[in-house]
């Protein structure tokens, strides 16, 4: 073979001889004949390269050529001396512009040229096979990524020419990182929404965010189920239907209806079926709105009928409501009128049996019904005892606020509401023990009760305090015992009933006169009439119920003392009711509630009533001389009763 390589050279300068006559069919038949004795010869390849790749020879195949090219750099430094002679006389008696360039240059230059020819041919050809054929022979191309995106670019023209969601999503799986990718994403997420919207089901919509979360058409598919979900809904109209489309769904713009239908069939329910269990499901699912008042005051009626069949009244009786916050039980309560027609009830209550205790404050129209309720207090135990309405139509709050779980940590506590039961003020006042509230023409707030000293004994105590609810004044007084009531004379001084002592005070508390009672006399409660005509009522011998009469000016006109079946324990209330008449709650024995009606001019008892219930927390009298009896039982329960007649 050695031998053969002078021959092998001399035959392939022919070939290259031919070329420059342009004679590519002799000059390949050369190259072929030596390419089949020696593959890796480089005049050989280079040769053949001259042949694929002139435009002008019938063999033109640039894929070809560029095989040939390959050979020829992979075996450079095997071309022999003889070979570069003949080649670089080719390379002299072709170039349009003789160069002085080494022949290996010349060789460099001209693969470089047959390499740029064909990036450009596959760039400009848009073959597909050919682009497939140049990256499946050529991984090593210098162009190869040019030619993958030429091959993916081609690709995705095919499948837009198709434009179905299959092609979309098998180009996305084929070439994922075609710089085409995302626009083949959203050609996919717009096809696969139109056949979704085409279906129009939410299974089809599901299916369809479930794919394509980051698809731009996947808020409005989210709206196009949202819809159908809701239609499926409603064609259903049911509780249950609506509650599984807003637990599903509880973003959707249509919950709200959702809520209103489902709202509106257990109102309707509520009011068909009458019952307790109905009316309290619908009451805990929606606890606000004018429908829950209706439910809520069909449920008090409710109540309070079941209330009154197991009463002893009898007679006289208007209506009787009960009210429950949350099957809880309500305690302490108080009852006033507002000027604008209606009531007011504030209650301590507890919204759950896990909760502490907080203030449910109601607005009642004549007929009992609600207006609107809200509770309020701090994150510990919250009680009301007492509630006056002031000239302003403002209600003023008086009873306990904790500030933890301990019990010492109790203090007094006073708040004022609008009639629409707006918070206007809050604020407490220290910890001592109070007995009683009123407010007077000029809105001032005058609290009375007793402050406990470092050995326990009780001091008598009043507060008094403008509307704004800064202290005016406030005296703990040396002597031992509590403050039971304050009332306001027509002159705007003050009348105070304590345990062992009664006074009358100007506005500033000094004292105008005083009256000490005898010693087997505790005073409890009293009142003072349009007139400035003053009642006190007491208890002698720690048994009896003792009503006394004074004037204006301090001078005693009677003293009366009346037979109840057990020894009085307290004095709840004192009220004129109708002409010359007193009524009077009391509690006596371990369970017993009663009235007496007493002739306010003589003191003589008109009559008595037992009310073997529940212990009475409050009531009033109003302008048509009706009686708003409120009592405690499991529930806090209102009794609109003829004042006289029961």
């Known amino acids: 073979m050695l031998l053969s390589l002078p021959v092998l050279s001399q035959i392939a300068k022919k070939g290259f001889k031919w070329l420059e006559k342009l004679e590519y069919e002799k000059a390949k038949s050369v190259f072929d004949e030596l390419f089949l004795t020696d593959k890796q010869n480089p005049a050989v390849n280079l040769g053949l390269a001259l042949v694929y790749s002139d435009e002008q020879s019938p063999f033109y195949n640039l894929v070809q050529g560029w095989s040939h090219c390959i050979l020829l750099q992979n075996n450079m430094e095997k071309m022999m001396q003889e070979d570069l002679e003949y080649v670089g006389e080719y390379f002299m008696n072709t170039e349009i512009r003789p160069s002085s360039r080494p022949v290996k240059k010349k060789i460099e230059y001209a693969v470089t040229t047959i390499e740029s020819h064909l990036i450009k041919y596959v760039r400009e050809e848009n073959n597909l096979a050919l ?271 904790w500030s933890d779980a301990d019990t010492s940590s109790r203090e007094v506590w006073l708040f004022k509401q609008a009639p629409d039961g707006r918070n206007i003020w809050s604020q407490k006042l220290g910890k001592w023990t109070l007995h009683s509230l009123v407010t007077d023409e000029n809105n001032r707030i005058m609290l009375g009760g007793y402050q406990a000293d470092d050995s326990l004994q009780r001091h008598y105590r009043i507060m008094v305090l403008n509307e704004l609810g800064r202290k005016l004044w406030d005296r703990t007084y040396s002597g031992y015992g509590e403050t039971h009531y304050l009332g306001i004379m027509p002159d705007q001084s003050v009348l105070a009933v304590t345990s062992r002592w009664i006074s009358r005070m100007d506005s500033r508390g000094y004292i105008k006169w005083e009256y000490a009672p005898p010693e087997e006399i505790v005073y409890r409660n009293g009142w003072v009439s349009k007139n400035g005509e003053i009642y006190i009522a007491g208890i002698r011998n720690n048994n009896s119920l003792l009503m006394t009469r004074f004037g204006a000016d301090g001078k005693k006109k009677w003293d009366k003392q009346y037979a109840l079946p057990d020894s009085v324990n307290s004095i709840v209330k004192i009220r004129e009711v109708g002409s010359n008449r007193l009524l009077v709650s009391v509690t006596y024995g371990n369970t017993g509630n009663g009235f007496i009606w007493i002739n306010s001019l003589t003191g003589e008892s008109i009559k008595e009533k037992g009310v073997a219930q529940d212990r009475i927390m409050d009531f009033l009298i109003d302008k048509e001389q009706n009686l708003w009896l409120l009592f405690e039982s499991e529930n806090a329960v209102l009794i609109k009763i003829n004042g006289n007649d029961f």
């Open 131 to 401: 682009a497939y054929e140049v990256i499946e022979k050529f991984p090593d191309f210098r162009y190869y990524g040019n030619v993958v995106h030429i091959r993916n670019q081609l690709e995705f023209r095919k499948y837009e020419k198709q434009n179905t969601l299959e092609g979309y999503i098998e180009f996305i799986e084929r070439f994922p990182n075609a710089a085409q990718l995302e626009k083949a994403i959203q050609y996919r997420n717009r096809l696969a929404f139109e056949k979704a919207s085409s279906v129009n089901t939410v299974e089809a919509f599901e299916q369809y965010l479930k794919e394509y979360p980051d698809a731009p058409e996947f808020t409005q598919a989210v709206k196009s189920r949202n819809e159908l979900a809701f239609g499926q809904a409603k064609a259903l109209n049911t509780l249950q239907g609506y509650e599984a489309f807003i637990n599903r769904y509880p973003d959707a713009f249509e919950v709200a209806e959702a809520k209103a239908m489902q709202k509106k069939l257990l109102f309707d329910y509520a009011k068909t079926i009458k019952t307790l269990e109905a009316y309290d499901e619908f009451i805990r699912k929606y606890p606000e709105g004018q429908q829950y008042i209706d439910i809520f005051n069909l449920k008090s009626l409710y109540l309070g009928n079941l209330y009154q069949s197991s009463s002893n009244f009898t007679s006289g009786v208007h209506w009787v409501r009960s009210f429950d916050l949350a099957n809880e039980n309500e305690t302490s309560g108080s009852l006033d009128s507002l000027g604008n027609g209606r009531f007011f009830m504030a209650i301590t209550s507890r919204k759950n049996d896990s909760s502490f205790t907080d203030v449910w404050l109601i607005c009642l129209d004549p007929e009992g019904k609600m207006v609107w309720n809200k509770t309020t207090g701090g994150d510990y135990d919250d009680q009301v005892l007492f509630c006056s309405v002031n000239r302003k139509n403002e209600i003023v709050v008086a009873g306990y606020s």
